[in-house]
Structures are given as C-alpha cells and as structure tokens.
C-alpha cells in the first residue's frame, strides 16, 4: 500500500487555468504538507496543516490554497496558473510521537506541473 | 531553523561506507538533527534524526559532536541504489515544514 498518494503524476495545462491536485495519506497522520520543487532542484515548503491550524509559508501567492476534506486528505488548489508555476509539487505528512521524538515526514512521488 | 552546511557532491565505491558531513555550528539546543535523501524522480525519503547521541536504524547511522556543532551520516555498505541527493537539515521539533538547502549529491561508484 502507498503510504502518501498523489494525483495526477503529470499534469499540463495553460496560463490562467485553475486545477487541483489531490493527495492522501493512510498513515494516520495528523499533519500535513504541501513543498514546491522548482527547476532549480530547490525545496520549498508551502503549507502545514493540521486540524488546528494552516501554516503558510508567506512567500506562497494567495493563488494557492490547501483543501482538506478529512484529515487523510490535503488537496492543493492553484487559481489563475502562470508560468512561473511549473515545478514538482510533493505532498507529506507526519505524525507527532511525543515532543522530545520529533516529527518523520512522510512525501508523496510528487506531480509534475507544466504551464504552458 | 539553523542553517546547515554540506559539501556539493562526494563519490564513493559500492560497498564501502559513505561518510557525510554536516556542519550546524549555530544549532540551538532544542533543535534536531534531520537527514533526508531524495533519488531521482522522487519524492524525499527520511532516513534518521537525532539530539545529542548518536543513532543508529537499518538505513543509516548518525554520529553528532559532543558540542553539537557537526554531525555526520553514515551509510555502512553503500549500493548503487544509495545515489541521491542527502539533506541535512536542523529544527525544532514542531508541526511546521522543513527547509531544505542544497545537499550533497553522492554517487555511488560501481
């Protein structure tokens, strides 16, 4: 069983289309991450989420917005794509153990975006 | 977070073992030692994390300086499969997301 998912693998699409992309996990976890990988091979976090709070990297546009539907799910909506938006998209997720035991992230196979 | 320095790229044989350094002079004291390795084409993998002791799992083992300054990873009998770009990175333990800096790209030489 894959421990985080994501759909779809690829994904192209035009400048000024909205799309989604959907990742679950069946780990039980309760935290949950979306990281940008851009051409540059840089890693990037966007967004934590858990069921008490969003963390959002401040650099994300507000064009990005993480929907989670149940706590297994944290999907990545994307308005008004552009260019710049092309990159490797991977989901994560995590488990807190205990406070001193600190957090495992989990990533998904990633979903390649291509603007054009 | 701290910021993490580690050298670009190393090479090693198959079936001896990789030494990768980390240098985290300004980590503070509730902040771990994470490693991650991301093969190509996929997502990153967690490989170990420690405090102040040294670790050991079945993937790895992590030797940190008693000042906590450095660390180094260790893959005992590394394989071709061991190529990937290793991360190291420094946090603390929190619900927020991890940053990633540049790795050491190993190859692993047949």
């Known amino acids: 069983d894959t421990a985080v998912s994501q759909t779809p693998k690829y994904l192209v699409t035009q400048m000024g289309n909205d799309k989604s992309i959907k990742c679950e996990q069946n780990?039980?976890?309760?935290?949950m991450y979306w990281y940008k990988q851009d051409s540059k091979k840089f890693l990037k976090i966007m967004f934590s989420?858990?069921?008490?709070?969003?963390?959002i990297n401040e650099t994300v546009p507000n064009r990005f917005s993480p929907k989670s539907p149940d706590k297994a799910h944290l999907n990545l909506h994307i308005n008004s794509l552009e260019l710049g938006d092309s990159a490797v998209y991977f989901c994560?997720?995590?488990?807190?153990?205990?406070?001193?035991?600190?957090?495992?992230?989990?990533f998904g196979p990633g979903t390649r975006l291509t603007v054009t | 977070d701290a910021k993490t320095t580690q050298p670009p790229s190393m090479d090693c044989a198959e079936g001896r073992a990789a030494n990768l350094p980390c240098n985290h002079s300004?980590?503070?004291?509730?902040?771990?030692v994470y490693w991650y390795r991301q093969i190509h084409s996929q997502g990153p993998q967690y490989i170990i994390h420690?405090?102040?002791n040294n670790e050991t799992n079945e993937m790895a083992s992590l030797i940190i300086t008693e000042d906590r300054k450095s660390s180094t990873l260790i893959l005992p009998h590394a394989t071709l499969r061991d190529t990937a770009v290793y991360y190291c990175?420094?946090?603390?333990?929190?619900?927020?997301?991890?940053?990633f800096g540049k790795g050491t790209h190993l190859i692993i030489q047949p």
């Open positions: 994560a997720s995590s488990q807190e153990k205990s406070p001193m035991r600190g957090y495992e992230q989990y």
């Open positions: 780990l039980g976890h309760d935290t």
């Open positions: 989420y858990n069921n008490k709070e969003l963390i």
């Open positions: 300004t980590i503070s004291g509730n902040e771990y």
């Open positions: 420690g405090l102040k």
């Open positions: 990175i420094v946090k603390m333990v929190s619900a927020d997301g991890l940053t």
